[in-house]
């Protein structure tokens, strides 16, 4: 910190200070000035009386004998002591001599001025010169004559002169004197102080500005100057554990006091660089755990989110003592955790760890007042074993270890799943199919097909059922494959939205032009759930002005029993419409049968594992019929193949197949031609219900 010499404090008081003494100084002086030059004024004249008083009795004596030359020697003595010039008059005013002294040097500008100030008035002593003693001037007073003298100025003058320059000189010296004196007390009081903390403050790492306390300069530890370094010092302290609380806010779970997301990538990240240096193998390996509760929010729900956020303090503190020091436990968000185990020997060890964790969360058995019973779903993510390609940074291998986690949690959760490469093969074709889908969406780039269904005693065409076809990148996506994305996406509300609109538009057209056949059209999880799903189909049907019996909605059987209560509402909304509505792959979930009786539902299709199970397996098959039968609902049998099959399931009073053996899914033209012939046979269609 160099400041510039014109520019410093010490420059600047030191001219301040100079100037003030020289104000004062300036201002004392003036006024021993004028007490001075009315002194010499009072000296100059009171000489002059006192000569005058001396002469007094001559010059008397003279102007009495009216000797001029008398006369002229008394005032040449007056004019040689203090007097410019002298004369004495006569009583009657007339002059009886005169005395001046000669002109010497012209007088300087400085003296004239010296003269003006003093004597302005010019001033003249005039002596009344009295009778001499023998005389009456002692009875009446009477004069004999005056003696008139001039003050000789310009002497008196140049002696106030000399001694103003000497006092002006000798002020000018003690004024500098005093001023440098004065800025040199300054400088050491205040500026050298203030400078010496300006350096301290500057010496201030600005990346760590705490834990270094300025110091008082020497001899000010109880002054001002010690006041502010203390509240400097004060206020640092104050500044410092503000920033310690934010700095643990921003990187702590403010639930479970554990590291957070970007706490853990940033512990990743050195673990990984560690690892990456180290010299011996165990050194250079370290193992991602991801960890995620399994049915957590069904706690949340059913006990409340008091409940909840005990029970992720109670799981944090459990994995925490799982794990050794140097390993890091965070929490991701919700009910994900992530471990990192640094310095593992081989695979084996990380599954013992996750082992170990497993175990401790499955002894958590109460939480609050509550029991509980906690499992969680692990994926182990190992650095650098088991990948294989470029080495993944920790956002990569916390990637990893998630799409483990997942595919721990699909197949059934409480288990470890070690990460492969086929899970990021896995994702990526996801993410692929992910954005193909929004760019067929856009595109109206879908195609539905039209599965006929017939009547099982008779072959009558019954309906179709509609499904969708994709075809992505040159070659025919499964909607099974893509569904599922589109529902974990959203995407399908958009998508199950045309579906029904074109679905609906086929069947006013066909009923139009041929006659009425039902068209059955697959809904989703995700559009059943959605608050506007039943008047989204009211709309539709109004919009294609398509009787509502001709569409039939087929819900999967799990999809409808996951949640019986919440989907009921928007079934009788529906069935209300005159919709119908199908059970599909029934036989694959857990149906409640007390449920079954409430729910609004016209149609069981039977799952096509069980058709293919017939003839030598029936049980399922033979039981659905006769369920079906007793609620008085129709049955469908999917998947029929064999010539078998369609025999046993008409034996068995099963009411309409639908199968490759009958039809595969066929385009829009072909199954209108199929409506074509059976109307030209002037065939009815039998209606299922
Ligand atoms: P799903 O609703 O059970 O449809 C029947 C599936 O079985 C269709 O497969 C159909 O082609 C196939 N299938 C029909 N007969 C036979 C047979 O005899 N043997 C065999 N092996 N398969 C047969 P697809 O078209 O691949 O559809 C698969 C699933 O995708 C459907 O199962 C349905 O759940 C879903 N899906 C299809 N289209 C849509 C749609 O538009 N919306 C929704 N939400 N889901 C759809
Ligand atoms: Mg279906
Ligand atoms: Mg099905």
């Avoid at 420059?11 to 004392?28: C, E, M, R, S, Y």
């Avoid at 002591?81 to 006569?90: F, K, S, T, V």
């Avoid at 002109?103 to 004597?119: I, K, M, N, R, S």
């Amino acid at each position: 910190m160099a400041i510039p010499v014109l520019r410093s404090l010490t420059l600047k008081q030191a001219i301040h200070a100079v100037l003030a003494a020289f104000v004062i100084g300036l201002t004392i002086t003036a006024a021993e000035f004028a007490w001075t030059a009315s002194r010499e004024r009072a000296m100059a004249l009171a000489q002059v009386k006192d000569v005058v008083a001396l002469v007094e009795g001559p010059a008397a004596s003279a102007a009495w004998l009216i000797d001029a030359e008398l006369a002229g020697q008394i005032l040449q003595g007056m004019v040689r002591a203090n007097a410019a010039w002298a004369e004495i008059r006569l009583g009657d005013g007339t002059l009886l001599a005169r005395r001046e002294r000669p002109p010497g040097q012209p007088a300087t500008l400085l003296e004239h001025a010296a003269t003006a100030l003093l004597f302005i008035d010019r001033p003249v002593v005039t002596h009344d010169l009295p009778t001499p003693a023998a005389g009456p001037r002692a009875a009446d007073g009477s004069r004999i004559g005056q003696l008139v003298v001039g003050i000789d100025t310009r002497r008196a003058a140049a002696g106030f002169l000399a001694y103003v320059s000497a006092a002006l000189l000798a002020g000018t010296l003690r004024n500098l004197l005093i001023g440098l004196a004065m800025a040199a007390v300054f400088h050491r009081l205040l500026t050298r102080p203030l400078l010496q903390i300006g350096r301290a403050v500057a010496r201030i790492d600005p990346e760590k500005p705490y834990g270094q306390p300025l110091s008082v300069p020497r001899g000010h530890a109880d002054d001002e100057l010690g006041f502010v370094i203390a509240r400097f010092n004060h206020t640092l302290t104050l500044l410092e554990r503000e920033h310690d609380e934010l700095r643990r806010l921003a990187t702590r779970c403010p639930l479970t006091g554990l590291a957070n997301r970007a706490l853990l990538l940033d512990r990743l990240g050195h673990a990984i660089e560690l690892a990456s240096r180290a010299k011996e193998p165990d050194a250079g390996r370290l193992a991602v755990l991801y960890v995620d509760l399994d049915r957590f929010k069904r706690i949340n729900d059913s006990l409340g989110h008091g409940v909840g956020d005990l029970m992720l303090c109670r799981v944090a503190e459990r994995l925490g003592a799982s794990v050794r020091r140097c390993d890091t436990v965070g929490r991701l968000g919700g009910d994900e955790f992530l471990v990192v185990l640094e310095r593992v020997a081989d695979r084996d060890e990380a599954a013992m760890v996750a082992q170990r964790l497993l175990d401790s969360l499955s002894s958590l058995s109460e939480v609050g007042d509550h029991r509980v019973h906690v499992t969680a779903s692990i994926g182990i993510a190992v650095h650098p074993l088991g990948t294989t390609g470029g080495t993944p940074d920790g956002t990569g291998l916390m990637r990893m270890a998630d799409s483990a986690m997942q595919a721990a949690k699909a197949a059934g959760g409480d288990r470890f799943v070690f990460y492969t490469r086929d899970m990021t093969d896995r994702a990526e074709n996801r993410l692929r199919l992910e954005s193909g889908l929004r760019e067929a969406i856009a595109a109206r780039a879908f195609e539905l097909v039209y599965q006929p269904k017939i009547e099982a005693a008779s072959g009558k065409l019954t309906g179709f059922e509609a499904l969708i076809r994709w075809r992505h990148e040159g070659t025919a996506v499964s909607p099974a494959d893509f569904i599922p994305v589109a529902e974990d996406t959203g995407l399908i509300i958009e998508i199950g939205r045309w579906v029904l609109e074109e679905a609906c538009r086929t069947a006013t057209r066909w009923a139009l032009d041929h006659g009425p056949v039902p068209v059955a059209v697959n809904v989703s999880a995700r559009q059943l759930a959605d608050p506007g799903f039943a008047r989204l189909v009211e709309q539709v049907l109004q919009r294609h002005g398509t009787p509502p019996h001709l569409l039939e909605l087929e819900i999967t059987e799990t999809v409808i029993m996951k949640d019986v209560r919440h989907h009921l509402p928007t079934l009788n909304r529906l069935r209300g419409l005159g919709v119908r509505i199908a059970i599909d792959d029934f036989g694959t979930g857990y149906s409640s049968l007390a449920y079954l009786r409430q729910l609004p539902v016209d149609v069981l299709k039977i799952d096509r594992s069980f058709v293919n199970d017939l003839p030598h397996a029936p049980d399922i098959a033979s039981t659905v019929i006769a369920l079906a039968q007793r609620l008085l609902l129709s049955t469908v049998a999917e998947g029929v193949e064999t010539a078998e099959q369609r025999h046993w399931l008409a034996e068995a009073g099963c009411d309409c197949l639908q199968g490759f053996l009958i039809s595969h899914p066929l385009a829009a033209e072909a199954a209108e031609a199929m409506v074509m012939t059976t109307f030209a046979r002037d065939e009815v269609l039998p209606m299922t219900a």
